[in-house]
């Protein structure tokens, strides 16, 4: 009997490919949580009729949730949850001036009925820690891999707590 290739579960989109040293800590969360993703370069602008085309064929591919990551005015996040009803989480980028406020709120900022969740500027890992938690609602497997996450994150902060107790007592 063949076994069937497994399909990515997350796309990571990007505006430009100059956006990949942000979003690269998406795909590299991702990774270590051992969840298949794909990466694509896409525009809401550049290329509509493909981002619109992806996006509307995304859940028939077999994805789950889409990433998109885009600075400036930002629209590719939007434009793809036009396009889906699939959760899509929106990852303002520093492309301008405007330091990523422009980008951030162009991603927040929108329509009733076309929801984006949107994590901080330059936050692709949040993004992936987002996706992986929606995943977890129905994969028992990473449910606990991001239990394990949590807790160490905690022994994190105590083990830095100590550190800078110790500090404090020595004067």
Same mark, same amino acid.
């Given at each position: 009997?063949?076994?069937?290739?497994?399909?990515?579960?997350?796309?990571?989109?990007?505006?430009?490919?100059?956006?990949?040293?942000?979003?690269?800590?998406?795909?590299?969360?991702?990774?270590?949580?051992?969840? %298949?993703?794909?990466?694509?370069?896409?525009?809401?602008?550049?290329?509509?009729?493909?981002?619109?085309?992806?996006?509307?064929?995304?859940?028939?591919?077999? %994805?789950?949730?889409?990433?998109?990551?885009?600075?400036?005015?930002?629209?590719?996040? =939007?434009?793809?949850?036009?396009?889906?009803? %699939? #959760?899509?989480?929106?990852? #303002?980028?520093?492309?301008?001036?405007?330091?990523?406020?422009?980008?951030?709120?162009?991603?927040?900022?929108? #329509? #009733? =009925?076309?929801?984006?969740?949107?994590?901080?500027?330059?936050?692709?890992?949040?993004?992936?820690?987002?996706?992986?938690?929606?995943?977890?609602? =129905?994969?028992?497997?990473?449910?606990?891999?991001?239990?394990?996450?949590?807790?160490? %994150?905690?022994?994190?902060?105590?083990?830095?707590?100590?550190?800078?107790?110790?500090?404090?007592?020595?004067?």
């Amino acid at each position: 009997m063949k076994k069937r290739k497994a399909h990515p579960r997350v796309a990571i989109l990007m505006g430009s490919d100059s956006d990949w040293d942000v979003m690269a800590a998406a795909a590299k969360r991702l990774a270590e949580f051992e969840v %298949l993703h794909e990466i694509k370069v896409t525009s809401a602008h550049r290329s509509p009729g493909e981002t619109a085309e992806y996006a509307s064929s995304a859940r028939r591919q077999g %994805l789950e949730v889409i990433i998109a990551g885009a600075g400036a005015a930002a629209h590719l996040a =939007g434009v793809v949850a036009a396009h889906t009803t %699939l #959760p899509v989480i929106g990852v #303002p980028l520093d492309a301008t001036s405007l330091k990523g406020l422009d980008s951030l709120l162009s991603t927040v900022q929108m #329509p #009733p =009925g076309v929801p984006v969740a949107t994590v901080g500027v330059g936050a692709a890992d949040n993004a992936a820690l987002l996706a992986l938690q929606i995943l977890a609602v =129905g994969d028992d497997g990473i449910a606990r891999r991001l239990d394990r996450f949590k807790k160490d %994150l905690a022994r994190q902060v105590a083990t830095k707590n100590e550190r800078l107790q110790a500090r404090l007592q020595r004067g």
